[in-house]
């Protein structure tokens, strides 16, 4: 019943995992010709500036990205969690960015970041707020990216906390309004700890996305960009854009699926350090 399942995974995942892992100690030629090289791949990564860079940029994202998706997230799992008229479609309407294609997502938030007839700057200037071309500088690039994540993320993730704090049972709060808690104490010492699995599935879901974040970089700061097309693309680059520039645009195949074993490795590390550390926040009832 699970070879077709098996079958699948095998074709196309676990063999172009073991294909990539082997690609990634040789180096490529013209007409698909490679020849091995050994380590030489990850020995130029530990001295390539651009990886050091793209990793900082990765980091960066992640770690700003993530939990303000998750706190914007749960707020407005919170909100829609009320007994509010016309509910349904304010989650409907939040939910829209997650079923929204990533190229349409770019082109809108492209046009509101433009610097000079973008509807950011246009609110801006009536304050005397002269606002920067955002995508195009490199000291809001990234940030500008950071919050389109954080806005499109929010959706999914507020379903996932939706279906968790429908599944608290009521009684819990209402014995404790008895006894006299306040509704911050209750949504400290009942909420959260009940809705722990829910945020921590969401956690590592959303830094595994982070890292591997490529779609809104390459749409956003324009396909094929380079440094001299875009100077903001350096402050923004990504590891996962970089593979991309490495593997389909300079043809060094080789040294793109070291990047992408690197990056494996990365993301293992921290997923296992977070189910290391789950045990001691995580509360399963």
């Avoid at 550390?277 to 399963?284: G, I, M, P, S, T």
Wanted: charged share 10%.
């Amino acid at each position: 019943m699970i070879a077709p399942l098996f079958l699948g995974l095998l074709i196309f995942y676990i063999w172009p995992a073991i294909q990539t892992f082997y690609f990634s100690f040789t180096k490529w030629g013209a007409f698909g010709k490679y020849s091995w090289t050994g380590l030489n791949n990850y020995a130029h990564i530990l001295s390539d500036p651009d990886i050091k860079s793209a990793l900082l940029n990765t980091l960066i994202y992640t770690v700003l990205s993530v939990p303000g998706s998750i706190v914007a997230s749960l707020i407005v799992a919170i909100l829609l969690n009320q007994k509010i008229r016309g509910v349904g479609i304010y989650r409907t309407l939040y939910f829209l960015p997650a079923v929204t294609m990533p190229a349409a997502i770019a082109v809108v938030w492209r046009w509101l970041y433009n610097g000079d007839y973008g509807l950011i700057n246009a609110v801006l200037r009536p304050f005397g707020i002269h606002g920067p071309h955002w995508i195009s500088d490199p000291h809001t690039a990234l940030l500008a990216a950071i919050v389109v994540a954080i806005w499109s993320s929010i959706g999914n993730n507020m379903v996932l906390f939706l279906a968790g704090l429908q599944s608290i049972p009521s009684t819990y709060h209402e014995a404790a309004a008895l006894d006299g808690a306040s509704r911050t104490s209750r949504f400290l010492r009942i909420t959260l700890p009940l809705l722990s699995p829910t945020i921590f599935f969401v956690i590592v879901m959303s830094m595994i996305s982070a890292f591997q974040v490529f779609d809104l970089i390459y749409l956003m700061f324009g396909a094929g960009s380079t440094l001299s097309t875009n100077p903001a693309l350096g402050a923004a680059q990504t590891i996962v854009y970089l593979f991309y520039q490495n593997a389909f645009m300079v043809d060094n195949k080789g040294y793109a699926a070291a990047i992408a074993i690197i990056l494996f490795v990365i993301i293992l590390c921290v997923t296992a350090v977070q189910f290391r550390l789950q045990k001691r926040w995580v509360h399963y009832s």
